[in-house]
């Protein structure tokens, strides 16, 4: 089965600061992985994803992660934090092999932007 | 753009009420999933459709079934609702072959 833990439910940064949100999975095949946007009252959003090649995966908005077997891990990254980035951030996983394309969610992690 | 729609934002029912969420995409998706949302927890899979008429289990199951029968509607029926049922319910659709889904804004759901 798979797993993903996401550390920080809730994290805060000042505008202009860099962004980081931490991804860790478990999973028996090598996976998929995903980073959705969650904006308040709305429905999640697609921010990238990696499937195969290239580990380092840019995605809209300016963000971008970097698949690390090695640490079986997913992080999600940007540079420099604007306002428009408060919201809730999924990890999710699935396994490409699998009927159905399910995907494994974190418990997300929500991040507040101070001026 | 897919436009994944979902019959209400908001919801309100009393306990033992059978309790209908339906979703509809536009875009002729093969799989349709539904999730429930809930702090802390993330998305948890609820079922999943990859055919009109065909369904599968997803993580937690129980208190709940689905109906498929149009390829762009996937209803999701709680039987006999509970106030455990509380809770943000996120419907999505996905090409086979693919793993990127897409979602409905969600409907919250309170059980009194």
């Known amino acids: 089965a798979q797993s993903v833990t996401q550390l920080g439910s809730h994290v805060s940064v000042s505008e202009g600061a860099l962004v980081l949100l931490r991804c860790n999975y478990s999973s028996s095949v090598p996976p998929y992985l995903f980073w959705y946007v969650q904006y308040p009252n709305q429905g999640l959003q697609l921010l990238l994803k990696?499937?195969?090649?290239?580990?380092l995966v840019k995605g809209i908005n300016g963000f971008e992660a970097e698949f690390k077997k090695s640490e079986t891990s997913f992080h999600l990254t940007k540079p420099s934090a604007h306002m428009s980035d408060a919201a809730e951030y999924f990890c999710?996983?699935?396994?490409?092999?699998?009927?159905?394309?399910?995907?494994?969610f974190g418990g997300g992690t929500r991040v507040l932007v101070k001026p | 753009d897919v436009k994944v729609t979902q019959s209400s934002r908001y919801l309100v029912k009393r306990t033992g009420e059978k309790v209908f969420l339906e979703c509809v995409q536009d875009?002729?998706?093969?799989?349709m999933f539904w999730y429930r949302q809930d702090p802390g927890l993330g998305l948890r899979l609820i079922y999943f459709s990859y055919d009109v008429k065909m369904k599968e289990k997803g993580d937690i199951p129980e208190g709940y079934s689905v109906s498929r029968e149009k390829k762009e509607r996937f209803s999701l029926i709680l039987e006999s609702a509970s106030t455990n049922q509380t809770s943000m319910y996120l419907c999505?659709?996905?090409?086979?072959?693919?793993?990127?889904?897409?979602f409905g804004p969600g409907t919250r759901l309170t059980v009194l």
């Open positions: 990696y499937t195969t090649g290239a580990t």
């Open positions: 875009m002729d998706h093969e799989n």
């Open positions: 999505a659709s996905s090409w086979p072959g693919t793993d990127t889904q897409y």
């Open positions: 999710a996983v699935s396994d490409p092999g699998a009927a159905g394309n399910k995907l494994t």
